[in-house]
Every structure is written in structure tokens, then in C-alpha cells.
């Protein structure tokens, strides 16, 4: 099995921070790393796929980097709509592995 | 636009197979990934399984002894089938489908379901 540790799992920040989200692989997975955001309630919404490819529509401010295993999420200036929780998800050899959330609350 | 509709029943009692479909439009299901995800109430989102097209499917490892995941293509539909649930099962249950790399994924809104007596 792969795990994913995702840290941390909650954090507090203002608007106009800058926040890093890291996912860390069991094992290797190349670029096969998804990153999502879910807002109470809602569906997840898919803001990188392949690492570091923002989907189009996002929010420039929000970029993925990292291959192998370690991954990072990095939001530049912290928007009030960008207060929600984020995972990570893996899909490498035909296996999908959630990280475990991190939730970015209001400082 | 594919669009993705969970249905099933809301309240499954413990021991019993939770059963869910999901009703595809807008596309055919001729290729593609599609799974399950779900999500207890107040945690994080937990991979089921994948079915790729052709049959192939793959489960999570701690729920692979209780899981099976069909797809009936002349009626697009993907079917869910978690055996001798727990209150633990208890969660928001998402249909999903995907392409190899992610670039295109559609949601259903997902359908919670509970396990109680």
C-alpha cells in the first residue's frame, strides 16, 4: 500500500499569507499527485493535477510542486475564499491514497 | 458535460450490503476511470475503488474483503456493494470518474449514508 502523510493538519492564517501544505509518499509515484479543495458540504474541487498542471480557473496564487515523494501545495496570498480544507491525493500503479486533510482556518 | 447521480438507500442496518448506483449522463462510460470515494461525517475523503474500462477493477487494501464494484454500460450506470457494514461505514458516498492524469474529473454530489439498527 501507499500512504500519504499530509502536514499540517490544521493551520490558522491571515488573508494575504502565504501557506505550504506537504504530502509525503510511502513510495515513489512520480508526478500521479492530485490536489483538491472542499469547503463544507460541498464536492472537492481540483486544483493540481500532475503535481504542478493548475487546473484551469484556479487562482494563480495557488501552485503545486514536487515529484517522487514529497509534494507541496502552496497558496501566495491566502484569499478569504481560500479558507477550506486541502488533500492530496495519489494514484500511481493503480492505487488511489488520500493524504489525510489539512484544514486552514482563520488566524 | 458528464454529469454523475448517486442513488441508493439513505439507512443501512449493521450486518446488512449497502448498495449504491450511479447514474451517468451527458457521456458514455466507455472509457476512463470511475470509482468510489467516500467521506464519514467531519473526516476526510477515503478511496473505495476503481473500475478501468474493460473490467479491471482495483480496491483500497482494508476494504477489498467487502467491496465490489460493477459498471452496466448499456444503462450507465456504476453499482457500489460494501457487505456486513458497521456504523463505521456510516459516511457521504461519492461516484467519480477520471482520466489517467486527472486533467478531467466529474463528481456525483455524493449520498450519505448511515448504518444504524
Known amino acids: 500500500d501507499i500512504q500519504m502523510t499530509q502536514s499540517p493538519s490544521a493551520m490558522s492564517a491571515s488573508v494575504g499569507d502565504r501557506v505550504t501544505i506537504t504530502c509525503r509518499a510511502s513510495q515513489g509515484v512520480g508526478d500521479h499527485l492530485v490536489w483538491f479543495q472542499q469547503k463544507p458540504g460541498k464536492v472537492p474541487k481540483r486544483l493540481i493535477f500532475?503535481?504542478?498542471s493548475l487546473q484551469s480557473g484556479v487562482p494563480s496564487r495557488f501552485s503545486g510542486s514536487g515529484s517522487g515523494t514529497e509534494f507541496t501545495l502552496t497558496i501566495n496570498s491566502l484569499q478569504p475564499e481560500d479558507f477550506a480544507t486541502y488533500y492530496c491525493l495519489q494514484h500511481h500503479n493503480y492505487q488511489w491514497t488520500f493524504g489525510q486533510g489539512t484544514k486552514v482556518e482563520v488566524k | 458535460q458528464l454529469q454523475l447521480q448517486e442513488s441508493g438507500p439513505g439507512l443501512v442496518k449493521p450486518s446488512e450490503t449497502l448498495s449504491l448506483t450511479c447514474t451517468v449522463s451527458?457521456?458514455?462510460?466507455?472509457?476512463?476511470?470511475w470509482g468510489w470515494i467516500r467521506q464519514p461525517p467531519g473526516k476526510g475523503l477515503e478511496w473505495i475503488g476503481t473500475?478501468?474500462?474493460?473490467?479491471?477493477?482495483y480496491y483500497s487494501p482494508s476494504l477489498k474483503s467487502r467491496v465490489t464494484i460493477s459498471a452496466d454500460t448499456s444503462k450507465n450506470q456504476l453499482s457500489l456493494n460494501l457487505s456486513f457494514v458497521t456504523a463505521a461505514d456510516t459516511a457521504v458516498y461519492y461516484c467519480?470518474?477520471?482520466?489517467?492524469?486527472?486533467?478531467?474529473?466529474?463528481w456525483g454530489q455524493g449520498t450519505l449514508v448511515t448504518v444504524s439498527s
Open positions: 467519480v470518474t477520471h482520466t489517467w492524469n486527472f486533467a478531467s474529473d466529474y
Open positions: 451527458g457521456g458514455s462510460m466507455s472509457s476512463n476511470y
Open positions: 473500475l478501468y474500462s474493460g473490467g479491471r477493477t
Open positions: 500532475a503535481a504542478s
